[in-house]
């Protein structure tokens, strides 16, 4: 083929500059999917995610939580065949949410040996060692009232309750947590935490703080889920005010100074902003909560054929992961984890 054949003196197009249309054509790798895959620069997997598990008292109890279709309450019978599951997927961790048997005003079962949650770490620890297991730390589910901490007149005391805190932390890692993730939002949770756990033995038990959890609207299901509504008031004198970024991000410092491993930002979708602005100013790994009433409206939408699940539970997914986490929470890692893995 000749210079000619090939058009190479062809005028030079001086109505556009080297830089941009038509030298510069983004659309050239985007044709095929495989050049996608190549240049794609957020990729989901098994890998990042933490799977929720609701555990109550029983025995043969597997029942599906209404407004969180596809998550279950079980009991811990039913637990090892259930992380067998979850680790077959590649998923690495689970976080566990207790029902109590009953309530007190100290959410005493909360830090029992027999406690519901300590029962649930054994059983996945012998049935799968491999399986990291997380362990929510707070009073909620446990209490008469509601309340993430200890209640005085109608106060929470975040002083006293960090004593309860520390309490709940060791008798989790003594029962097989590997990790314990502190969520009430009390001042000095992480710090008093850590202190017991280096006190009692469990240096190398890394804390997961509930670092920016606000006070959202898209916790409902969850707390059906959990049995968990305040039976006064509500947490906005405790959990963060869904208006502010800026004391996110002093959230975030004061607990890594305390001695966090990790750091989440609870919720996920509207708080997008926070984890991107937590990434650029922290090096430490981000985890975000993609919370029961993300879930719930995604599979309400998909069970009407509003919209396709699948697509917008990956799409979402990868938007939370491209905001800045390394590791998301989410009701959906089974079935992404499912829609992921090779045929």
Not at 97 to 121: H, M, T
Not at 285 to 305: Q, T
């Amino acid at each position: 083929m000749t210079l000619t054949a090939l058009n190479l003196q062809a005028p030079v197009d001086t109505n556009h500059t080297a830089a941009g249309f038509p030298t510069q054509r983004l659309r050239r790798l985007r044709r095929t999917e495989n050049l996608r895959r190549m240049v794609r620069e957020t990729t989901l997997s098994a890998d990042d995610f933490i799977y929720p598990l609701f555990v109550v008292h029983g025995t043969n109890v597997r029942r599906e939580i209404a407004s969180m279709p596809g998550n279950f309450h079980w009991s811990v019978d039913k637990l090892a065949a259930e992380a067998e599951s979850i680790a077959s997927l590649g998923i690495p961790a689970v976080i566990l949410f207790g029902l109590p048997a009953s309530k007190d005003e100290w959410g005493s079962e909360d830090y029992a040996d027999d406690g519901i949650v300590q029962e649930a770490a054994r059983a996945i620890k012998q049935a799968v060692p491999d399986l990291v297991v997380v362990t929510d730390v707070c009073l909620c589910e446990y209490t008469s009232h509601g309340h993430c901490g200890i209640v005085r007149h109608g106060d929470v005391q975040n002083d006293e309750t960090l004593e309860y805190y520390q309490r709940v932390a060791v008798s989790h890692a003594a029962a097989g947590a590997d990790i314990v993730a502190p969520s009430g939002m009390m001042d000095g949770q992480v710090g008093a935490i850590r202190q017991a756990l280096d006190l009692n033995g469990f240096k190398n038990t890394p804390i997961l703080a509930y670092a920016a959890k606000f006070a959202s609207a898209f916790y409902g299901p969850f707390r059906e889920a959990a049995d968990s509504p305040p039976q006064f008031g509500n947490r906005k004198a405790y959990q963060m005010d869904p208006a502010n970024a800026r004391e996110a991000l002093r959230e975030v410092e004061l607990d890594l100074a305390e001695g966090a491993d990790m750091v989440m930002i609870k919720p996920a979708l509207p708080y997008l902003d926070i984890i991107r602005q937590t990434r650029d100013r922290f090096d430490a790994p981000i985890a975000a909560y993609n919370v029961s009433g993300e879930y719930a409206m995604v599979k309400a939408a998909g069970r009407n054929g509003w919209i396709d699940e699948q697509k917008v539970t990956l799409e979402l997914l990868t938007g939370i992961k491209r905001a800045g986490a390394d590791i998301i929470l989410s009701y959906h890692a089974k079935d992404v984890a499912r829609w992921l893995k090779p045929i």
